[in-house]
């Protein structure tokens, strides 16, 4: 069946709880971490290392701890048998008669050869589809499924049906390398022309020499603490520290708009009694307070996407973006956290980083379940695009699910954008991006006035 598994889902090989291999789902295949290839889930397999089993979908677990197997079950059981799929006659004995017809797949049975006293009322299984429900009980809740991610109680197919599961890109090898020269040869133990010196705001490299070359400065030792290329990083940077200090915000009258066109009554926002507040968040600086709020951020990430993990010690990259911690050597601690908060709660958050006066990237939005739909992304978004325009940001990109295409396009007036299309605007940049996904882009200086909301 088509559009199962988005394209990018973490998937991984697992025994005895432990994971073997981890890949992700791409190209009607598996994208195999050992190998850089798109495999086979066989082949996958015996790059695990247990090419004997022989049990490819028993074994490969997505991140939610649902094996493929499991999976292909599940949607066989739900998908809709049409009449002409039905058997004809009676599975046991092949004769016609008083039939009675399996709910769960296409077996026929005369109700004696399927020892019941009478035709049943409402839905009935046969022994075969039972036998199977009861080892898929099993299944369930084993020690692979659980190592990989299932939790008891909740609806694990489900969530793969509507949740948004994503993985990191491999990262581009266009990208890095001095932003003046391009190359990517440095010297590491005595401090030199080829010294690599990175902006602690845009975030792009430097030689010391290119940056004498070019007129940027003439360094002699390495600085010490923060270190920025030109007179616009450094202003960026001071003005989200103020902003990220000064707490909780007013909503601007135009993002109240956006709420208010939402709401059915047509009432103020403020008449309903509801507190709107908008603040940013630094998580490198955050304080034990600030770190309240930021937690309730990654619960409502966690809520629309599964976790994505990695290393030993299972470090949740969310966790890393909205805290702006280092995660698989990569360095986040650029990061901020923009979030709606409504009485106090947080329902609305957005990651974000400012690369410089060329771009600012959002990796990750959501909104709290039980707020969709009314408008507070939109209304948090008016305000994160005030701040870019006060910044001076020339452009703004963001990574998209094939289902939030049409909102960011239509409602937010996004394009789509290529990486090269992206470097010719900012070159040497480093972005968040996920397999599976497209790249979005709008000029910055169309933010305001905000945009109209449509169901957000």
Sequence with gaps: MEDVLPEGTMLQYMVNGITKLVGYAKDSGIFCSCCNAVVSPSQFEAHAGQAQRRKPYNYIYTSNGVSLHELSIILSKRRKLLD??????????????????????????????????????????????????????????????????????????????????????????RVGGCALCRCKDYAKSVFGERTVLICDQCEKEYHVGCLKIHGMGDLKEKPEGDWFCCVKCITIHATLQYVSSIGAQELPIQALDVIKRNNSNKRSIRDAGVDLKWRLFRGKTASASDKVFLSDAVSVLHESFDPIISGKKGTDLFTQLVFGRSWCHMDLQGMYCAVLIANSVVVSVSVLRVLGSDVAEVPLVATRKDCQGQGYFAALFACIGRLLASLNVEHLVLPATDDAQAMWTQKFGFTKISLDQLHSLARGIKIVDFEGTKLLHRTVSDLLPPFENRGC
């Design 84 to 173: 002409s799929q039905n058997d004809d006659l009676c599975s046991i004995c092949e004769d016609a008669g008083e039939l009675v017809l399996c709910d769960l797949c296409p077996r026929l049975f005369i109700r004696v050869c399927a020892e019941l006293s009478s035709v049943p009322e409402g839905d009935w299984h046969c022994k075969y589809c039972e036998n199977m429900h009861q080892r898929e009980n099993y299944v369930k809740y084993n020690d692979n499924a659980r190592a990989a991610g299932r939790v008891v109680g909740v609806d694990a197919i489900d969530q793969i049906m509507k949740r948004c599961i994503l993985i990191v890109k491999i990262p581009d090898s």
